[in-house]
């Protein structure tokens, strides 16, 4: 009765895009190397790739000066991915235009009064974007659904009965009606039991996989610049149905249908209502209610977490306390089997298209504790996707526990750790009153998840808004947490960390070190010969020596001796320096003070905005010239006078200094 016409148009849309050979030439670019998973960690050349980027947000309309600036500063700081996160963006656009013409954020057509969802749009913008990336060595990484929504005359997608799609535009029309992050919710959790929306996912798959890069002629789910695929962001049937009850104002035509699944994966597994009854049965707990019957397609949508429950009447109606275990376990299984299968036909769909590498379905905001362990068990979770978001209303030299030490969220994974790749791909301080301990967020990040075995980090965000660009000097006023580039101090302390963590230098912990179950409890401090964490009034300090790596922050002016590197710090501040060895006769010095305060609810990130003091000193070495460096990576200015130290002064933030050994009568005193 149903018949799908999308993939004969979607073959005419792709030949009629060109598609055409292409054939490689001596100006062909060279193909980034292929990410791929060996055990738990990501590949890249037969080494072990640790990602240190950001999510990034638009960057298809900007001015060719302003996009080369931008990559070229990205590069700077060390970023080797990108998660393009604005792609599939259908309700919220990139700023004005030029002209003052609306833009859209990504690939997919903008705004409620489109026609349909179907075609691209900015494709040649986007391969513009990825070939300035590429040629800088970044990786790209998508996420299929992140705010994408349809509208009534997207249902021409599939042909079903006259009543049937009228009612689906009827229920779209009211799905659009609700704000912004109800209808966003919704429409991830859509495809897997709606067969048009299903439709239309596999439709911007096909559309999106099949393109070609102009430049190189590869398809873009053959190329290897396209590191990482996932399917769907923070959402998940969990997601929507159980933990964050997005599903309370849908629609009733889709959740009808909902619980028509629901219903029948109870008759599936459940001879007969009076089994289902029997096995539901708990003393002084809610089971199979009176009012419902799997044979009539109506039991509940239940039980759910309690989480989002209002009242206690609430509660007692919809609550999981309430109900019995079998029952919260079938539905659970339920809620994964729904997901499960929806990946897999994924799966198959981007095997069809080219690509043949691991993909991942969603992160740790729809897969939470509740569900992880049957995704762990699955074979649907090469690697795990987290969104560790941690509070910036904390001190990170004087509170005991920190909860940058273990796995926000994730709390699925023992304390042992995990045994796949594990990926932050998104993460920063969740506060929007950022205080002064996010500068210190980074050198934190790179230590402990480096001693936990992780495996990178996309920090959010990093916006290529063409308006955001455009005002830099409001952009700085207005700094929230996701506007990381203009959080100035912050980017010295994210590029010197990034180097840290990208080293991986710091040795991942046994499996079986207890310091790992401390860690789970969120403790930490910490020692062993690379790393020392203490907390505390006139003890706080924590420091970092490795190979090429001295650093340490501490609020106190103190001299630390790292081996042979001697840090001494004459001022009273959120003092963090790190001292990377570039060569034997070249080291860079990042030195960062407090920024800003920790005030809820206050935006407060410049005021006091303070230099770190002091001098860095390599044993046997002088100094021949220092450079001191801005956050665009140019040098400000170069200082030739042969000395002892590298003197850290105020205003700035990074020194890149040539050293010569003593000579033989010793280093002068």
């Known amino acids: 009765m149903r018949r799908l016409f999308y993939t004969l148009a979607t073959f005419l849309i792709c030949v009629c895009a060109g598609f055409s050979v292409h054939t490689a030439t001596a100006d062909t670019p060279k193909p980034l190397p292929r990410?791929?998973?060996?055990?738990?960690?990501?590949?890249?050349?037969?080494?072990?790739?640790?990602?240190?980027?950001?999510?990034?947000?638009?960057?298809?309309?900007?001015?060719?000066?302003?996009?080369?600036?931008?990559?070229?500063?990205?590069?700077?700081?060390?970023?080797?991915?990108?998660?393009?996160?604005?792609?599939?963006?259908?309700?919220?656009?990139?700023?004005?235009?030029?002209?003052?013409?609306?833009?859209?954020?990504g690939l997919l057509p903008l705004g409620p009064e489109r026609r349909d969802t179907w075609h691209l749009v900015n494709v040649d913008q986007f391969y513009r974007l990825l070939d300035a990336l590429r040629e800088r060595g970044i990786y790209v990484a998508i996420t299929?659904?992140?705010?994408?929504?349809?509208?009534?005359?997207?249902?021409?997608?599939?042909?079903?009965?006259?009543?049937?799609?009228?009612?689906?535009?009827?229920?779209?029309?009211?799905?659009?009606?609700?704000?912004?992050g109800d209808r966003l919710q919704a429409y991830k959790t859509l495809p897997v039991f709606d067969e048009r929306c299903n439709a239309l996912r596999k439709w911007w798959i096909t559309n999106l996989l099949s393109l070609k890069n102009p430049q190189t002629g590869v398809k873009l789910a053959e190329d290897s610049q396209l590191a990482l695929l996932n399917t769907v962001n923070?959402?998940?049937?969990?997601g929507a149905f159980f933990r964050n009850n997005h599903a309370k104002d849908m629609p009733a035509y889709f959740m009808n249908k909902a619980q028509k699944a629901w219903n029948d994966w109870l008759r599936k597994k459940y001879k007969n209502p009076a089994a289902l009854a029997e096995a539901w049965k708990q003393e002084g707990k809610k089971g199979l209610l009176s009012s419902e019957s799997p044979d009539a397609g109506t039991v509940k949508l239940l039980p759910i977490d309690p989480v989002t429950l209002k009242t206690e009447e609430e509660k007692k109606d919809k609550s999981h306390e309430y109900y019995s275990r079998q029952r919260y376990d079938d539905f659970l299984q339920f809620l994964f089997d729904m997901d499960a299968a929806?990946?897999?036909?994924?799966?198959?769909?981007?095997?069809?298209?080219?690509?043949?590498?691991?993909?991942?379905?969603?992160?740790?905001?729809?897969?939470?504790?509740d569900i992880g362990k049957y995704w762990l068990k699955s074979d649907l979770l090469p690697y795990i996707e987290e969104h560790p978001?941690?509070?910036?209303?904390?001190?990170?030299?004087?509170?005991?526990?920190?909860?940058?030490?273990?796995?926000?969220?994730?709390?699925?994974?023992?304390?042992?750790?995990?045994?796949?790749?594990?990926?932050?791909?998104?993460?920063?301080?969740?506060d929007e009153a950022l205080g002064w301990t996010r500068i210190l967020f980074p050198y934190y990040v790179a230590i402990y998840h480096s001693l936990q075995g992780r495996d990178g980090c996309t920090w959010h965000v990093w916006s290529m808004e063409r308006g955001h660009l455009l005002n830099n000097d409001l952009m700085a006023r207005n700094l929230n947490r996701f506007h990381c580039n203009w959080d100035i101090p912050w980017l010295f302390a994210y590029r010197a960390a990034g180097r840290l963590f990208k080293s991986g230098e710091i040795r991942e912990l046994p499996k079986d070190d207890r310091n790992?179950?401390?860690?789970s409890r969120w403790e930490g401090n910490f020692k062993n010969d690379q790393v020392q964490r203490v907390h505390g009034e006139n003890a706080a300090i924590t420091t970092v020596k490795t190979k090429h790596f001295r650093a340490v922050a501490t609020p106190y002016p103190q001299t630390v001796q790292l081996g042979d590197v001697t840090i001494r710090l004459t001022s009273k501040t959120a003092n963090l320096v790190i001292v990377e060895k570039l060569s034997p006769d070249e080291i860079e010095i990042t030195a960062v003070g407090k920024s800003g305060e920790v005030e809820r609810d206050k935006t407060n990130h410049f005021d006091p905005l303070e230099f770190v003091e002091g001098s860095v000193r390599v044993e046997g070495k002088t100094v021949e010239s220092i450079q001191h460096i801005d956050h665009y990576g140019q040098v400000i200015e170069t200082i030739r006078d042969s000395r002892l130290d590298v003197p850290l002064i105020p205003g700035v933030r990074l020194y890149r200094a040539r050293l010569k050994n003593c000579n033989p009568m010793g280093c002068p005193s």
């Open 144 to 180: 299929l659904s992140v705010a994408s929504d349809y509208v009534p005359g997207d249902a021409d997608i599939l042909r079903t009965t006259p009543e049937d799609a009228a009612a689906w535009k009827q229920a779209i029309a009211e799905l659009n009606q609700l704000r912004d």
């Open 35 to 105: 990410i791929t998973i060996q055990g738990d960690k990501f590949v890249a050349d037969g080494k072990e790739f640790k990602i240190w980027g950001f999510n990034q947000g638009h960057g298809l309309h900007l001015p060719d000066s302003l996009l080369k600036q931008n990559v070229d500063q990205l590069a700077f700081l060390g970023v080797n991915m990108l998660r393009l996160h604005t792609i599939d963006w259908t309700y919220w656009g990139d700023s004005r235009g030029p002209s003052g013409e609306s833009l859209e954020a």
């Open 389 to 430: 978001y941690d509070s910036g209303m904390i001190d990170l030299f004087m509170w005991y526990k920190i909860r940058v030490c273990t796995y926000c969220g994730t709390n699925y994974i023992s304390w042992e750790g995990q045994d796949r790749p594990m990926w932050a791909s998104e993460i920063r301080c969740a």
């Open 516 to 519: 790992r179950e401390r860690f």
């Open 234 to 238: 923070e959402s998940s049937m969990w």
């Open 342 to 369: 929806h990946q897999r036909k994924m799966l198959a769909l981007f095997k069809q298209l080219g690509w043949d590498r691991p993909a991942g379905y969603g992160d740790s905001v729809g897969i939470g504790p």
